[in-house]
């Protein structure tokens, strides 16, 4: 009963949320950290929501060391790094409830869109503020990973940075536990405007993660079995912040 009326009042602050045109601004600190990079990488990240769309961009061309390159973080030997006059973002469709990205097969690039359905959560009784903002604990497995999440129902919102969603509150502090991967807001800002959120996207070009997945899988077992003329060979992970390869 305590669950249903959250989400009853909830749903009626999002109404009024979208009524009046409100912006939702949240600064993340994002980081990855593989067992194969020597050091984490960590970048400031925003999420910007309209009631309607929201985008997250990972900002690795304000900082120093990537100052003009998009990085395809990799789980594996290699890193590619491939110049771009742009940051990787991720757009969120909330009437269709899509999730839009960029995803690489080698250098290739692919836009490929996901569902808000992929997410399996398990709410905790366990709290802790964030920002000052209460938070509630989720638990989940996503695509090889185990994931630790905390959410406030205390911003009339439903939404999460990266591909995360399907909390009923904005998702705060997100993390794996093979510590790889996390993420932590910094700042949030609640804006009484009509605004729109950029899409640099062409929808009708996505792939479903299905599709992405088995042309990734195809040339991964290609790469697999291919050697040069000197004997070497090169490949590409089976997993990076997803699982792509099945085993």
């Not at 997250?56 to 304000?62: K, S, V």
């Not at 911003?155 to 009923?168: A, M, N, V």
């Not at 609640?190 to 992405?212: G, M, Q, T």
Request: overall charge negative; some cysteine; charged content about 25%.
């Amino acid at each position: 009963m305590k669950s249903l009326k959250v989400l009853i009042v909830l749903i009626a602050f999002f109404s009024n949320a979208q009524e009046k045109n409100v912006l939702l601004a949240i600064d993340y600190y994002h980081a990855t950290h593989f067992k194969s990079m020597p050091t984490e990488i960590k970048v400031n990240a925003f999420l910007t929501y309209n009631g309607i769309h929201s985008s997250y961009e990972m900002d690795y061309t304000g900082t120093s060391s990537q100052s003009d390159e998009e990085v395809d973080i990799s789980e594996g030997q290699i890193m590619f790094k491939v110049k771009s006059d742009k940051n990787p973002i991720l757009y969120k469709d909330f009437s269709s409830k899509e999730i839009y990205s960029i995803e690489r097969i080698v250098l290739k690039p692919f836009e490929v869109k996901d569902s808000f359905e992929i997410f399996n959560w398990s709410l905790k009784d366990e709290y802790k503020t964030i920002l000052g903002y209460k938070c509630q604990m989720a638990i989940m497995s996503f695509r090889g990973r185990d994931y630790v999440a905390y959410f406030t129902t205390d911003l009339p919102f439903s939404i999460g940075p990266w591909k995360f969603e399907g909390l009923p509150g904005v998702i705060l502090e997100v993390y794996s536990l093979d510590n790889v991967f996390k993420i932590k807001a910094n700042t949030i800002d609640v804006k009484n405007v009509v605004a729109e959120v950029p899409l640099r996207f062409n929808l009708k070009k996505a792939i479903s993660w299905e599709e992405f997945q088995e042309k990734y899988t195809k040339k991964y077992y290609e790469m697999q079995s291919y050697t040069d003329e000197s004997g070497g060979s090169t490949t590409i992970p089976k997993m990076k912040i997803e699982r792509i390869v099945d085993e």
